[in-house]
């Protein structure tokens, strides 16, 4: 099993900027890819980044240029660093591995979740 323990939530103003935190624990993996996704009230749980276990990144378009995912492998933890934030943002953020060095942007592909962290944003 692997364990994820996210941090960092909170009340940001537009234009601000937060990072959350990932910490795995459990049987886990050096090079495991983890992804962050969102989900906000009456919408779908959506895909933001992704960092594979040779440390490659992949972003939603609707993020790219303003939000950065990476990784402290010695800690055992992902960070996402959001910057520009925007109202559209608001949403709870999970944190998401696979027994896999290979990153995916479905969610279904990822086995381990945390316990979700919510982002607002205010105009």
């Known amino acids: 099993q692997v364990q994820l323990v996210e941090s960092g939530g909170g009340l940001v103003q537009a234009g601000g900027s937060l990072r959350l935190s990932c910490a795995a624990s459990g049987r886990t993996f050096s090079n495991n890819a983890m992804a962050w996704f969102r989900q906000a009230p009456g919408k779908e749980r959506e895909f933001v980044a992704a960092i594979s276990g040779s440390d490659s990144t992949y972003y939603a378009d609707s993020v790219k240029g303003r939000f950065t995912i990476s990784r402290d492998s010695a800690k055992n933890t992902v960070y996402l660093r959001m910057n520009s934030l925007k109202p559209e943002d608001t949403a709870t953020y999970y944190c998401?591995?696979?027994?896999?060095?290979?990153?995916?942007?479905?969610?279904?592909?990822?086995?381990?979740w945390g316990q979700g962290t919510q982002v607002t944003v205010s105009s």
């Open positions: 998401a591995a696979v027994r896999s060095s290979i990153a995916y942007s479905t969610s279904e592909r990822y086995s381990y």
